[in-house]
């Protein structure tokens, strides 16, 4: 078997790092391993099992050496001016931001959705929108036995989501609450994310909508193969650090039993169903977190309207929503 060569770029980064941990979880046929992030971290070290790696700045001739395959999670800026580069050496990016997500000549893959999509690319393929991957997990089984007219989503996001900055406006805001004198300055959002819900994830449009709101419409669609898919979507950033929240209103073209949905969502690939309500049994952030599935809780039918169900589906978006479904997407490439 190939042993590959990989770079991981933004390896400092929360989902760099969270990278890290599923590769090793892995153990795939990788033999040599590269640590890319800015000059900020040049020299810092990243530990990697049992051995110690040096992060490496991200320059433009970083691509020289042959890469196989390269992960990135630096931002869109990032790779838009460095994935071209390591494609013309022959490398194959997955890319985990926003930038190349809705071009028709890039796929959007979520391995148990459209596996079959990874092959058809032309050097870059593109991970989803955290909150569209957890989503089309339970929305793709749905959409193929009952057939999706509608999608409302309505998002309950963790800081983890806007990366380290992110992390630490919650982190200082609970110091904050503790001690009174703790002055800090935001990092990330426009205002306190603790004891709050901001309706503002990414950046707002002309149109009213946030990106994030724009990127999950836009995004299911492209998934599903359904361009003109009736969708909309409220974003909201939650003070909870890590595992989305979601609540999915769905209508289906065909009447329907609620047991069939049931058994459906209970054979999806990648679902676990958490739904005993008598139990108070239901899928929460702090029990999602550091598992690779998605899960789907209060599964109940909409009784205002002819063919509605009511979701409840949460993921830990690191791990799901960004890191596992790249490292899932590398994998089916290695095994070809
Ligand atoms: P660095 O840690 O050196 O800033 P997060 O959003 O979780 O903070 O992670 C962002 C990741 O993207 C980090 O690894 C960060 O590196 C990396 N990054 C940001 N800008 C660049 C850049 N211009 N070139 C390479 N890596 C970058």
Redesign the pocket.
Known sequence: MKNYKLAV?????????KMIDVLLEKNLPISEYCF???????G?TIRFGDDVYL?K??TESSFDEDFDFALF???G??SL??SPIAVKHGCIVIDNSSAFRMDETVPLVVPEVNPDEIFNHNGIIANPNCSTIQAVCALKPLDDTFGIKRIVYSTYQAV?G??????HDLENGIKKFNDESFEYSLEKFEYPIFNNCLPHIDVFLDNGYSKEEEKMINETRKILGKSNLAITATTVRVPVFNSHCESINVEFENGFELNDVMTVLNSAPGVIVVDDIKNNAYAIPTEVTGHNEVFVSRIRRDFSVANGINLWVVADNIRKGAATNAVQILEKLMNT
């Open positions: 770029v933004g390896a400092t980064g929360v989902v760099g790092q890319f992030a800015s000059s900020r971290s040049a810092k992060v700045e991200l999670s630096a931002g800026e990032t001016k460095y983890s806007a990366g380290s900055k992110g992390i």
